[in-house]
């Protein structure tokens, strides 16, 4: 026969209610403790990323910066390097095709016939005949009396209204005479609407072309559509007098 040993408390051995307390107390802080660690290394991972997310942020703007930085000085370059190179602001402005500055000589007006001197040619302003002509080329009918240019006078006071004038070399080839000729339907109307342009031989200038208006000058070695189209569009209309 077996005999089942009993506790001091009545209770069989082995089965003692303190002990399965004991028990679950310790799978409980187990279990917590197991909680606490995979929440600490949750944060640890998400402050991880945190600092990646952080670096690369840095990264970037440091490399915005740098690039910024280098175009910057680009640009710098360029200045400090036309400054000592000594390219003249005329010859920045020949270059863009908006001609070089001239200074200016004045507006009297002196009669027709008038003999006229300037202090550079070809003239870009000075003393000049009381009345300006009609956009064209010329010689032609309407001024038959200058069968072989336009004289200074006229031209001068139209580039006073805004106007500009195309001068070519005497006995420059026909077919450039017909090139310049045509840019009368080539360029575009100004504010008047009417193309504000005046072509005619002349022989005072160091190049076979020029063009001319108030206060610049634009001298080409041969005919160039957009660099007088652009020469046009810079000072159509930007005479001291506002005329058609």
Known sequence: MSVTRRAPGGGAQGDD????????KRRDTQRQDGERRSRRQQRAAEAAARARRERQRRLLLIGGGALALIAILAVAGTLIYRQISGTTAGEQAAAQNTGVSVPDEGREHVAVGT?????????ASGTHFPSAVEAGVYPNAQLPQYPN??????????????????????????????QLAGMMTQLPPAKYGRVKLVVTPYERMDTP????????????????RDA??????????RGPEDLP
């Open 209 to 224: 072309i020029t063009a001319v208006s108030w206060g610049y000058r634009l001298p080409l070695q041969t005919f160039d």
């Open 228 to 237: 007088i189209l652009a020469f046009y569009r810079a000072h159509v209309d």
């Open 115 to 123: 003999p006229l001197q300037f202090k550079s040619y070809p003239p």
């Open 149 to 178: 240019a336009l004289p200074e006078g006229f031209w001068v006071h139209n580039l006073e209204h805004g106007y500009i004038t195309l001068l070519y070399k005497p006995g420059t080839d026909d077919a450039v005479v017909q």
């Open 17 to 24: 209610p303190g002990d399965r307390d004991t028990n679950n």
